[in-house]
């Protein structure tokens, strides 16, 4: 007879609870804020779940790096675009740049694009052309849009519908319900990011708890738009886990179960394949 081995010598198996998978559908990792820790701030990104990002441009100087950036880390994708708030940036020579490297990089998407009636001073004719010269590039490449609007969201659906667009984000979305709609209507997602985590963005709030949920990314626009838990600190993509918990909270269901969903919503958006 084979003796039993005593059951204080069997040690129980570990069970360790994979991480939900998460993409920060708007992130700028390229810029000058992360240049002292870009490397640990991917690594705690990652070891948090969060393995995929979109890295937007906002000014043709910064497209070498930012590409460079993309082709070094796996994991990021970059968008290629002109931002309305540095307009005094852009030039019509970064329209033809912008073609070249759309045709050569094939980026994931033009962005961050679009119109902003918040800050003044910036002219609005000129933003209205930067932006309908970029929203023809991705109708003739099939590109998805990555939208920046704020205080303008009459005005860039009116731009939008003159385009056949495969749709895209909003980022960062502050609009109405009605509005939310439209975009959803145009084929477009809608981002949410670190104000979900704030009590007082009480519109905000209402809007990402009632519409569909196929509709809704996240985001965390990093360095800006920190959570609540960080405020005041430099926002980073390892946060991104706050906002899918806010979100959560506020449908009323687990953040493991919205992860699935939230994740294919990004894929979606932005054209991927799981």
């Known amino acids: 007879m084979v003796a039993c081995p005593q059951a204080t010598t069997m040690k129980p198996m570990r069970i360790t609870e994979k991480p ?7 992130c700028h990792l390229d810029v000058a804020e992360f240049d002292a820790d870009r490397a640990a701030v991917l690594a705690r990104a990652r070891a ?3 393995g995929q990002m979109v890295v937007p441009a906002v000014a043709a100087a910064g497209w070498p790096a930012l590409l460079a950036l993309c082709r070094g880390e796996a994991g990021l994708y970059p968008a290629l675009g002109l931002h309305p708030l540095y307009l005094e940036r852009h030039r019509e020579a970064d329209l033809v740049e912008l073609r070249r490297l759309v045709e050569r990089e094939r980026p994931l998407a033009i962005g961050e ?3 902003d009636y918040f800050v003044a001073g910036l002219d609005r004719g000129r933003q209205q052309w930067l932006f309908e010269q970029q929203l023809a590039l991705a109708e003739e490449f099939r590109l998805p849009v990555l939208l920046h609007v704020r ?7 009116q731009t939008l519908r003159r385009f056949q667009l495969v749709g895209g984000i909003a980022h960062a979305f502050n609009g109405s319900a009605q509005q939310a709609q439209h975009y959803i209507e145009l084929g477009f997602k809608l981002g949410f990011g670190g104000m979900l985590t704030y009590e007082r963005s009480t519109k905000i709030r209402a809007l990402a708890g009632e519409l569909p949920l196929e509709a809704i990314v996240l985001e965390t626009d990093a360095p800006d738009m920190t959570p609540l838990l960080h405020h005041g600190e430099r926002n980073s993509p390892e946060y991104l886990p706050e906002v899918l918990q806010a979100l959560a909270q506020l449908r009323g269901v687990t953040a493991a179960a919205l992860a699935p969903q939230l994740l294919a919503n990004t894929l979606d958006a932005l054209g991927m394949k799981k």
């Open 20 to 26: 939900m998978e998460l993409f920060d559908s708007h």
């Open 48 to 50: 948090a779940g969060v």
């Open 113 to 115: 694009i679009g119109l």
């Open 151 to 157: 205080k303008a969201h009459d005005p860039v659906l």
